[in-house]
């Protein structure tokens, strides 16, 4: 019997310094003030869980429900892409480690970005961990595997603050980890898309703030 030992990363913050708690949703990245724990609770696997295929994925998706006041849509200059959050419940992480978890649909129109390498139509993202790693499949109508992410990462988000202010449902949020500068510099015309989409995927009112569960995706 095989033991598998990995961190769960826990993050604490205050919003001293930062936006007003109406823009808490719209943060994107974990605020700069937050204090990293990784490491300070252990998480033990005792065996395996059989991998998910392309099949099972789009099946899950064709039969789940999805939040469309959570979507989030990019537009580009020839098309856009709608990210829209499954409703996964305060379980999802669990539920990720175990049986997998699917994150969100995503519908292109048009064409996309450079960085993006999927034609028009509908995929379904689906989160995975795989020998202590986490990857996401994208999945597309007929049930095949387009392309796999692995440096997707998984999040416990505390935020203590005072008031209400929150979008306290699964929703989207794309953010930046480059300047339109930075990524010019490092490829001529500039990536052309979002560098991450950010599914929170579980939200609750917790002592004097918030504890949310949230997934991070690389858009590339």
Same mark, same amino acid.
Not at 37 to 51: K, Q, S, W
Not at 119 to 129: I, N
Not at 192 to 215: F, K, N, P
């Given at each position: @019997?095989?033991?598998?030992?990995?961190?769960?990363?826990?993050?604490?913050?205050?919003?001293?310094?930062?936006?007003?708690?109406?823009?808490?949703?719209? !943060?994107?990245?974990?605020?700069?003030?937050?204090?990293?724990?990784?490491?300070?609770? &252990?998480?033990?696997?005792?065996?395996?869980?059989?991998? #998910?295929?392309?099949?099972?994925? !789009?099946?899950?998706?064709?039969?789940?429900?999805?939040?469309?006041?959570?979507? #989030? /849509?990019?537009?580009?200059?020839?098309?856009?892409?709608?990210?829209?959050?499954?409703?996964?419940?305060? &379980?999802?992480?669990?539920?990720?480690?175990?049986?997998? !978890? !699917?994150?969100? #649909? @995503?519908?292109?129109?048009?064409?996309?970005?450079?960085?993006?390498?999927?034609?028009?139509?509908?995929?379904?993202?689906?989160?995975?961990?795989?020998?202590?790693?986490?990857? /996401?499949?994208?999945?597309?109508?007929?049930?095949?595997?387009?392309?796999?992410?692995?440096?997707?990462?998984?999040?416990?988000?505390?935020?203590?603050?005072?008031?209400?202010?929150?979008?306290?449902?699964?929703?989207?949020?794309?953010?930046?980890?480059?300047?339109?500068?930075?990524?010019?510099?490092? @490829?001529?015309?500039?990536?052309?898309?979002?560098?991450?989409?950010?599914?929170?995927?579980?939200?609750?009112?917790?002592?004097?703030?918030?504890?949310?569960?949230?997934?991070?995706?690389?858009?590339?």
């Amino acid at each position: @019997m095989r033991y598998f030992a990995i961190a769960l990363c826990i993050f604490v913050c205050s919003l001293v310094g930062i936006p007003a708690p109406a823009q808490h949703a719209e !943060l994107g990245a974990v605020p700069s003030s937050a204090t990293r724990y990784t490491g300070a609770v &252990d998480l033990l696997i005792v065996g395996e869980t059989p991998l #998910k295929g392309g099949d099972e994925i !789009l099946k899950m998706g064709e039969q789940t429900k999805f939040r469309g006041a959570g979507a #989030k /849509v990019v537009k580009y200059a020839k098309g856009s892409i709608e990210y829209v959050p499954t409703e996964a419940g305060p &379980d999802g992480i669990r539920r990720a480690l175990t049986t997998g !978890l !699917l994150l969100h #649909k @995503m519908t292109i129109t048009g064409a996309p970005p450079g960085g993006i390498r999927l034609a028009a139509g509908t995929y379904y993202a689906f989160l995975q961990f795989v020998r202590g790693r986490w990857i /996401v499949s994208v999945v597309d109508g007929g049930g095949h595997a387009r392309c796999l992410t692995y440096g997707a990462i998984v999040r416990e988000l505390y935020i203590a603050h005072p008031g209400p202010g929150h979008v306290k449902a699964p929703h989207i949020v794309t953010h930046q980890f480059l300047s339109a500068a930075e990524a010019t510099n490092l @490829m001529p015309g500039g990536l052309g898309v979002e560098g991450w989409t950010e599914t929170i995927i579980s939200w609750e009112a917790l002592g004097a703030g918030c504890w949310s569960q949230v997934v991070c995706v690389p858009s590339t």
